[in-house]
């Protein structure tokens, strides 16, 4: 039986590990943009409003960047747990610097939003919640929709689990086969499961991903107070989800 997760650890992003990252995440992740795009295109509110958002782990900032795309007016605190990120990201959005505050913060840690006072119209996420620790999921949902304005948003993607095992085994089979396909893709290199066993699996061991299945991200947003959810998309191991308070 696996042991509950400690959660994601920040320190791993080395600077090496952050510049490759776009990199990595176009070889492990399908449909990455698809997943972006259709979080901003959920988001609720007209675009000329002057929105309030929350971005939990900002990474290099592809997200953040179309959230001010379509909402220009917005002001934007982000938040990440590397601070190489965090600078990297900085760079990339310095067109945008008036408008975003990016603050390093592990929100595996309970106080992870102490001296935010801000009240937001929309909190969002991707691809990050799946490192939130076991012990730590719950109260992480109820801490967000206490940061919600009345009527805010909450937009997810992240890594899942099949709520079946079997169903689960089949997602890893088909999944490493798309890695196998992808490394000698983009990487012209030749793969065997024992060589993502290698490269993969100890480092998503060291990470703390520590994916929950859809059924309870439903549960745990709903346990939180949000009087609408939903569970908007889904690809394989990958899905979006969003509540309204």
């Avoid at 070889?27 to 988001?43: Q, R």
Wanted: some cysteine; overall charge positive; glycine content about 6%.
């Amino acid at each position: 039986m696996r042991k509950p997760s400690l959660g994601g650890n920040p320190k791993v992003w080395s600077n090496e590990e952050v510049t490759q990252y776009d990199m990595m995440q176009s070889i492990v992740i399908p449909k990455k943009d698809e997943m972006l795009d259709v979080i901003t295109s959920m988001i609720p509110f007209d675009e000329n409003k002057a929105l309030k958002v929350m971005e939990i782990g900002v990474g290099l900032g592809a997200l953040t960047e179309r959230i001010f795309n379509r909402f220009p007016e917005s002001d934007f605190l982000g938040i990440d747990g590397s601070a190489q990120m965090i600078a990297n990201a900085q760079e990339r959005l310095k067109k945008f610097s008036g408008k975003i505050k990016i603050l390093e913060r592990n929100f595996n840690k309970p106080l992870w939003l102490n001296g935010v006072n801000d009240k937001f119209d929309l909190v969002c996420s991707s691809l990050t919640l799946h490192y939130l620790s076991t012990r730590r999921r719950r109260e992480f949902f109820k801490e967000i929709f206490k940061v919600l304005k009345k009527k805010g948003t909450f937009i997810y993607s992240c890594a899942v689990k099949a709520n079946s095992p079997s169903i689960q085994k089949i997602f890893v089979k088909i999944h490493r086969k798309y890695l196998r396909d992808q490394i000698l893709k983009v990487m012209g290199k030749k793969f065997t499961d024992e060589d993502l066993d290698r490269v993969f699996k100890k480092r998503r061991d060291k990470m703390g991903i520590n994916p929950a299945t859809t059924v309870d991200h439903l549960d745990l947003l709903k346990k939180a107070g949000f009087s609408k959810v939903e569970f908007i998309w889904k690809h394989r191991h990958y899905a979006i989800f969003m509540g309204v308070k």
